[in-house]
């Protein structure tokens, strides 16, 4: 199995800033696709920003310019740069990994954490 541990969601002001990060765990050959989701009460979760295994990106229109994906050498944690936060930005954040379990198995399985509290606010 593949466990996903999210870290750095908290409390700020508008305006500031906060770093999550996502480290990958588990029995697995690769991880293609890793990224953020977000979901407040009553409203689905939505896209944040993605990242693949070729480095390309994208992002939800919302937090373009103010966040930044990122993943580190070993391709296995994935950060989430959020700059300039706004109130409209308080959602528990998500993060995934798409995972090959084997080279035999050309099928990709997506994983999710547990989820991190951004709260923006005065």
């Known amino acids: 199995q593949v466990q996903l541990v999210e870290s750095g969601g908290g409390n700020v002001q508008p305006g500031g800033s906060l770093r999550l990060s996502c480290a990958t765990s588990?029995?697995?050959?690769?991880?293609?696709?890793m990224g953020w989701y977000r979901q407040t009460p009553g409203k689905q979760r939505e896209l944040v920003a993605t990242i693949k295994r070729n480095g390309i990106t994208n992002y939800a229109d919302s937090v373009k310019g103010r966040f930044t994906i990122s993943r580190d050498n070993a391709g296995s944690t994935v950060y989430l740069r959020m700059n300039s936060l706004r109130p409209e930005d308080t959602a528990v954040y998500y993060c995934?990994?798409?995972?090959?379990?084997?080279?035999?198995?050309?099928?990709?399985?997506?994983?999710w954490g547990q989820g991190t509290q951004v709260t923006v606010s005065s």
């Open positions: 995934y990994a798409d995972t090959q379990s084997s080279i035999y198995d050309l099928k990709f399985n997506t994983y």
């Open positions: 588990g029995t697995f050959v690769s991880i293609n696709a």
